[in-house]
């Protein structure tokens, strides 16, 4: 698996926020992608996943020997290859509860068609057991209702992606909002998926402990543009880093 | 008893109409200000079929619906993925060209003379309009058993979802646009079904009756009654056109000359009713409904929990 970007760029009217030369991600099963605010962190990864409308470059996503260039995809369509991401802002369906919200995540668009309408059951069986499995794991304060506080929302929008079973998975700050001992079961949950070889996973994050915890290959971003990239001691032992990222 | 039977036919549509708007926009979220354009299409396009170019009332019907579906397709593409405002916009206009065009292709639609007589199917019949009010019945109990479906599916989920938040769906691989473009183009197709059904209760079609007024009249019975529930358009139509059009223009005893003041009277009672609605039941009189689905067998909790801790 390769997500790959070339001389990718980004830029809101006169102010380029993104200019990468070349970035790879996915070739290691757990990798972490860090950097100051605003150093275009959130802006790379909605460009990956097509949320974000590129101001030149391409983007291309290497999986199971077929190469799809994503740049003429739609963002449903990088969904439907295996590539989603978290949101670091906290999005929801208002008004779906916290288990229909995750049964349509686990819904392949396939079965979602005028056909539906006359199935007699909504949801397979598999279905609610991956959803019930997902609602039982986590301390939701109303496990039938709605998800309440933004911490509840945050989780839920990073269990979406969950289940619905990516190959590459973009987490955009999963610990913001988050409490420590749920965004530790939420990556324990995480790397346990990634070591049983079922999906790969870019984590964004401001949590630096997490990151060289968790992750085996860490990317520096800074102003728009990768300025290095290592295992996590070597990114932690960069001058470069130090310098720009960590205020030494 | 005509005249009852008569009533009672429109209120049918409007309920008709008003479902099929819940589904536009209270499940879907899109703002269709045109209803009365795609009805339109289907009175004036089975109109002229059957008058003009003498085909049967029922094909007639069958050919205007589809010519209204295939408008609303492509109304769809140029607007549907724009905000609310732009598509509330261009589908008022949209019924505002239909209206314009009925007036000044005279030749097809006879413009402000009018275009007739169109008949009731089975027309030899003593009983032809009541058999007709039974049909639009089974019409209109058919949609609102449709629309109950929808709400109950996996397709009605996606499309809550995406009145939610359409780009989080896109995110998680649902194709909203293409979602929305068709059940866009279906009911409003269907709405040019009941246009073309009520070509023979108006039996003379004249360019007046496509004015904004019936767009507004569905709106305001779909948001008194519930635009979230299955059962609001029924309950909306009931509390201002079965109520004011019918009880009170039937039946309630008002001296001839004050008559006239009639129609004003239930514009200011539906306004005053808008009012008290989105002050102290911003949601209609019946609220939102939440979907009904067979319970499926709750797993039980001891898979569940270790399923987070279990190490691979
Ligand atoms: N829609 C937009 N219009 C204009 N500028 C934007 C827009 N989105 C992002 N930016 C700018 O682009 C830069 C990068 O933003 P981005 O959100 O990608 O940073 P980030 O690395 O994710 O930061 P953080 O760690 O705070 O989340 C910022 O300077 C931001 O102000
Ligand atoms: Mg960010």
Redesign the pocket.
Known sequence: MRLEANNLTKA??T?E??NIEKVTFGSAGLEGLI??????????M?LLTRRITPSSGTMKLHIEDKTHPLNPFHSHQVARIGLIKTN?RIQGFDSLTIRDSLRLAATPARAEGFKSLFSGQRDSEEVEEKVARLVEAFPFADRNGYAMSGGEKKLLDILRCLIAEPKLLLM??PTAGLPEDITRSVMDMVREKVQAGAMRVVV?E?DLPLIWEYCEYVHF?SE?SILFEGAPEEVKANRVVAEKYMGV | MDYLIFSVSLMLVYIGLAQLLHIQFGLAGIPNFGVVGFWGIGLYGTGVLYVKAGVPLLPAMAMASLLATALAYVLARLVLQRNGQAILAATLAFATIVSTLVVSEKDLTGGVQGLGTIRFPFSDLEQRNLIFMIMLLIVVCALIWISAKLRDSRLGRQLVAIRDNEELAASLGKNTAATKRWVFAITCGLMGLLGGMSAPLHQFLVPYQLSPSLTFAVWIALVLGGKGHNLGAIVGVFVTFGLFDILIETYAPVPAEQAILLPNFKLFCYGVLLVMIIMFRPLGILGVDKPKVRSSTTTPPRELSNASVEKG
């Open positions: 809101y009217h102010q926020v993104v950097g100051p605010n605003g150093a275009g962190k959130s802006t790379l909605g670091q955009d700050e964004v401001h971003l728009g």
